[in-house]
C-alpha cells in the first residue's frame, strides 16, 4: 500500500470523480476521461483492462448509473487504489465496482481468473500501454515504465482478452496513439468488425495525437472514419466539445 503523502487527490469530470493517485509516475489524465466518454450508455457490464487507479472505469460507471464495471489491473498497489477510489466516490461507485489485480493476458482462460468471466461483458474499455519501446526510451520509473510500454505488436493480447471476455455482439472501447493503427486493424482483424475510429487533435492546426476506436465482437463491416475531436484551439482555449467531455462528464456521441 503506498502511503497516503505519496498520493495526491485529483478532481476529474468537474469534480464528479475524485482519484487519489500516485504524485509519481504514471497518472491518469485526458486519455481515460475521452475513453470513457467514448463508450456506448447502453452498456451495462463493462471490463477496464489496464484500470490503473480507475480512471476510465469510474468515469463510465458515474456516467451511466446502471452499469457494473469490474477494473482490472496487474500491479497490487495500484488495484488497491482503485478500490478505494470506488469507495470514496459520493454517490460510492463500491456496490457497482468490482477491482481484480491480474494480468490481462490470463483473463477469460480456464487457467485465469474466474473473473471477470469469459463472455460475460457488453463493454471491454481498453487504454493498453501506449509506447513501443522499439521507438521510444522507457522511464526510470518502473510504475511509468509499465504502465507506457508495450510493443506494438502486442496489443494483440490485449485485444485477444477483449475478444474473449465479451460476449457475442459486446463493444469494445480503446484510446491509442495514431502510429499504432496498423497494428491495432491487424488485431482487430478476423475478430471485431464495425470498426470506428475518431481521430483526437490537440489543436485544429495540429496533427491528431490520439485515436479513439470502437470495434464489435463479431461482426466483419470494414472500419469508417467518425469526426475528428479537437480539444481546444490554437491559443489553447478548451473546445466546447473538451469541456462538455471533460468537465460537464458527458458522452463524445454515437460510435
Known sequence: MLPDDALTDDAFLGGRLRLLQPARGHRAGHDAMLLAASA???ARRAVDLGAGVGAAGLAFAVRVP????????????????AARNAARQRP???????????????LGRPSGPEFPAARAADLVL?????????RHRASPDAGRALAHMVADADVA????????????GGRLALIHRPEAIEALLAGLKGRFGSVTIRPVHPAPSAPAHRLLIGATKGRRTPPVF?????LADDAGRPSAAAEHVLRAGGAIGPD
Do not use: H, K, Q, Y
Open 92 to 106: 460510492g461507485l463500491a456496490g457497482r465496482v468490482a477491482v481484480v489485480c491480474a494480468d490481462v493476458a490470463t
Open 226 to 230: 467518425l469526426p475528428v475531436l479537437v
Open 157 to 168: 493480447t490485449w485485444l485477444r482478452a477483449a475478444e474473449r471476455l465479451l460476449a457475442p
Open 66 to 81: 446502471a452499469a457494473m464495471a469490474t477494473l482490472v489491473e496487474i500491479v497490487p498497489e495500484l488495484a488497491e487504489l
Open 126 to 134: 481498453m487504454n493498453p500501454p501506449f509506447n513501443d519501446p522499439g
Open 40 to 42: 456506448p450508455s447502453g
